[in-house]
């Protein structure tokens, strides 16, 4: 078997898991059967289902809402190192109705909360992650002897991807993943503002109040253009889809 073929990206979305070969170039335009769930009990069935033939192989699992969600955690001069803008980002994610310790670790340790690249005096993008479901899911990996090498949410996965052809300044980010909508503001490559909203139909006027409203709130100027990722909208003269960050979906499976 081929080195590539031993690395697979498992992603977990709100309704849906698949599994898929990762390494090449062009693996996001292949086809993966969905896996539909309902919860994490389906969610964690089916993800038992598709580690159990990977013995051996390494995954980078990915999950999308609900089972992460993002705060901005803003700059403060006196942090020097990571483990004090842990601290400040946990009492930045100490929000109510926030499920304690809930988050992702790098490296799947107990630090919970992942954290973008420091920038000097620039926010930062915490990403908190379902503690039950991570948790589950590394019993899983040891138990089907596979190796767990990362976990992020599937939003910075697009904010990654698409890194290279989004605007440096005036351009906020919307993705539209299984009928969620989550819009941010942008300050060069750092996010500022962010939220998570169910989808409307009429997509590209829902993009734009959003937006208005992440503005306001953060008093920030309203975004020039979108660049948006996922589901296209409707054309608008400010939105540009840049494409889908999921794979299409396979046979044995629907998106």
Known sequence: MSRLSNKH????????????????????????????????????????????????????????FPWTRHVVVPWHPRLIGEAEWLTWARAACDEPGAEPGAGLGDGLDNQHIALTPARHGAPRLAIIGNTPLLTALIAQCKSHRVRLTAATSTFAYALHRYRCELAVS??????????????????????????????????????????????LSASAPAPETVALIGGAAEPDDRIRWLGDHLCPAGEGGSA
């Open 9 to 64: 990206g498992l992603w977990i979305l709100r309704d849906a898991v698949f599994l898929r070969a990762e390494g090449g170039t062009a693996v996001h335009k292949a086809p993966a059967p969905y896996r539909e769930t309902a919860g994490i009990e389906d969610a964690l069935q089916a993800t038992d289902a598709l580690l159990a033939p990977l013995s051996g192989h390494s995954v980078t699992v990915r999950l999308g």
């Open 170 to 215: 005036g351009c906020a980010l919307a993705v539209h993943e299984r009928g969620m909508l989550t819009c941010a503001l942008r300050d060069g490559p750092s996010i500022t503002a962010i939220t998570t909203v169910a989808a409307q139909s009429d997509l590209s006027p829902q993009i734009h109040a959003v937006l208005r409203c992440l503005a």
